[in-house]
């Protein structure tokens, strides 16, 4: 089907979004790596009737339509484009994907709360950066060191996590998760107005539960800490533990009474980010996904790598360009659009897809 796709622009980016005339396309793509069509999808009348009632906070639009056409073309036996429920492996980012990152990283509010308690106790660390940039709430410093990061310049980020690893000397895991689960609980979003743990967003939680009520197998594969994201993951998302991919610090092993534990040492093991998520997913899961979802640059050697070269992949960018429910940027992502533009990889318009941005 040839149709007229209205164009989204953010900053001088055009994407497609949906159809200018509001239809619902008749097919959809799957695209291998190369981004080139190798399959089309035809919908089905069954699917069709039950849009209105899959994924709830979604319109029904192109978007929708293509991850219906998707999920029932992979999950039809009788189709050529059918996946055993093994490899129906599904990988997610975590910030700016599942949760809101703005106006920062909801893990380094955590950690620079920490080390604003360090240069409380330790006057001379007010005039050494990060814990000057902490001290003097120094955003612009500490959110342009991840915006560089994802620009190609990791100078101020370098700074930055070597003030961030002195948290972690003799911390035990279990410490790090139960202090995540109740940050996110009890700390509020400086400007949304509710608690971290409700900063998720509702249209990827029913995205995680179609997944899943449809045989896929649903693991987070974020920039942020492992042991961070393992403190909340079941709650927020209903994937359990083992299925946390994230950065890493290294460990050791300190005996003691029931059993001993593991503690974090201040010395970076794994930066889950950029090239870096692919070689995890292969570390630990083994196979290629063939559903990813993303929103940064540090996304897209993961979008990627998604199906190879023999199974039909769906890629889905999340595009934050709603000022008025959430926020609108696209500093860091400018690479990763361009790709997907260039690929026709799926976009998703928070602002065009989402009725609903948040849980009521």
């Not at 100078?155 to 690893?165: E, F, H, K, P, R």
């Not at 509020?188 to 743990?197: D, E, I, K």
Request: glycine residues 8%; contains cysteine.
């Amino acid at each position: 089907m040839i149709h007229v796709s209205r164009k989204l622009e953010v900053s001088g980016k055009l994407f497609s979004t949906i159809p200018s005339n509001g239809a619902i396309p008749k097919c959809v793509n799957a695209v291998s790596s190369s981004g080139n069509p190798d399959c089309v999808l035809p919908v089905l009348s069954r699917k069709e009737n039950l849009m209105p009632q899959l994924l709830p906070s979604w319109n029904d639009n192109y978007t929708k339509q293509t991850i219906v056409n998707f999920v029932t073309q992979v999950t039809d036996k009788s189709s050529s484009s059918y996946v055993p429920p093994h490899e129906r492996i599904a990988v997610f980012d975590n910030d700016g994907t599942l949760w809101c990152e703005k106006p920062m990283y909801i893990q380094f509010d955590y950690l620079l709360r920490k080390m604003a308690i360090q240069a409380q106790s330790e006057p001379s660390l007010r005039s050494q950066q990060p814990w000057k940039a902490v001290w003097e709430k120094d955003f612009d410093w500490l959110g342009g060191a991840v915006t560089k990061h994802y620009q190609g310049d990791d100078s101020d980020l370098q700074v930055l996590l070597g003030g961030i690893l002195t948290l972690s000397e003799g911390q035990s895991v279990e410490q790090v998760e139960e202090e995540a689960k109740q940050f996110i609980e009890n700390e509020p979003h400086p400007t949304l107005g509710f608690s971290y743990a409700n900063c998720i967003y509702q249209p990827m939680l029913e995205l995680l539960k179609y997944l899943e009520d449809n045989g896929f197998i649903n693991y987070i594969v974020s920039g942020g800490g492992r042991d961070f994201m393992r403190g909340f993951a079941q709650d927020l998302y209903g994937i359990p533990r083992e299925r946390v991919i994230g950065s890493t610090v290294a460990y050791r092993y300190r005996e003691g009474e029931n059993g001993g534990s593991i503690v974090q040492r201040a010395e970076l093991d794994v930066i889950d980010d950029g090239p870096g998520k692919p070689v995890q997913i292969w570390n630990m899961i083994g196979r290629r996904p063939i559903l990813a979802a993303g929103n940064s640059n540090g996304d897209l050697q993961m979008l990627t790598f998604a199906g190879g070269s023999s199974l039909a992949a769906l890629r889905l960018l999340v595009v934050h360009d709603d000022a008025d429910r959430e926020f609108e940027y696209i500093a860091g992502a400018e690479k990763v659009i361009s790709t997907a533009q260039a690929n026709d990889w799926t976009t998703i318009s928070i602002k065009n897809d989402w009725r609903e941005v948040f849980p009521a």
